[in-house]
T-cell receptor, first 118, second 114 residues
Framework: DAGVTQSPTHLIKTRGQQVTLRCSPK?????VSWYQQALGQGPQFIFQ???????QRGNFPDRFSGHQFPNYSSELNVNALLLGDSALYLC?????????????????FGPGTRLTVL | KNQVEQSPQSLIILEGKNCTLQ??????????LRWYKQDTGRGPVSLTI?????NTKSNGRYTATLDADTKQSSLHITASQLSDSASYIC?????????????FGGGTRLMVKP
């Protein structure tokens, strides 16, 4: 049983470019959350997707957007990259009990994608 | 605003010694508190989880405590090993109508030296 997987593992971009990061949730999970972790700091919540919709969002600008596919995998898109966007981007998956639309279950984290913006 | 503060920011200990990491939080409504271990460049891995009614939880050489009245938690590592070198992150979950909202502390970076 594969855990949460993310791709790519590392990425280098220049200011102003756009980037797409990908996440496949743990088998059986249907909810995906994205976090940004700057060097030496704790992760910051970006947003969470369930049933292909954004369910919750942290304090991040509209340059950060996402998508969830019918197979529950997810993408994080960042437009107009800034130097400050350099960070480890973590994806976490969990299971939302059917029909309630609310996930109270443990989140399992992927290994992350290291994004460097030059 | 929900916040989680951890101390110390960093810690160096000798192999075999014990250490205690601290976590203070202001998160509402409280659901649970987890301690995660995060190796450099990797995703966090859960060590312990405690709900409101639990005040201690062990996982091998790791023992976490929770005082819900003072909103404090600690993680005690016994007989440290070189492989314990990592960041330890305290994460407090609040429960709202949209599900869980996790608030992360900044972490304590532990280095165990031989």
């Amino acid at each position: 049983d594969a855990g949460v997987t993310q791709s790519p593992t590392h990425l280098i971009k220049t200011r102003g470019q756009q980037v797409t990061l990908r996440c496949s949730p743990k088998s059986g999970h249907d909810t995906v959350s994205w976090y940004q972790q700057a060097l030496g700091q704790g992760p910051q919540f970006i947003f969470q997707y369930y049933e292909e919709e954004e369910r919750q969002r942290g304090n991040f600008p509209d340059r950060f957007s996402g998508h969830q596919f019918p197979n529950y995998s997810s993408e994080l898109n960042v437009n107009a990259l800034l130097l400050g966007d350099s960070a480890l981007y973590l994806c976490a998956s969990s299971l939302t009990p059917g029909g309630r639309g609310v996930s109270y279950n443990e989140q399992f984290f992927g290994p992350g994608t290291r994004l460097t913006v030059l | 605003k929900n916040q989680v503060e951890q101390s110390p920011q960093s810690l160096i200990i000798l192999e075999g010694k014990n250490c205690t990491l601290q976590c203070n939080y202001t998160v509402s409504p409280f659901s649970n508190l987890r301690w995660y271990k995060q190796d450099t460049g990797r995703g966090p891995v859960s060590l312990t989880i405690m709900t409101f009614s639990e005040n201690t939880k062990s996982n091998g050489r790791y023992t976490a405590t929770l005082d819900a009245d003072t909103k404090q938690s600690s993680l005690h590592i016994t007989a440290s090993q070189l492989s314990d070198s990592a960041s330890y992150i305290c994460v407090v979950t609040a429960r709202n109508n949209a599900g869980n909202m996790l608030t992360f502390g900044g972490g304590t970076r532990l280095m165990v030296k031989p």
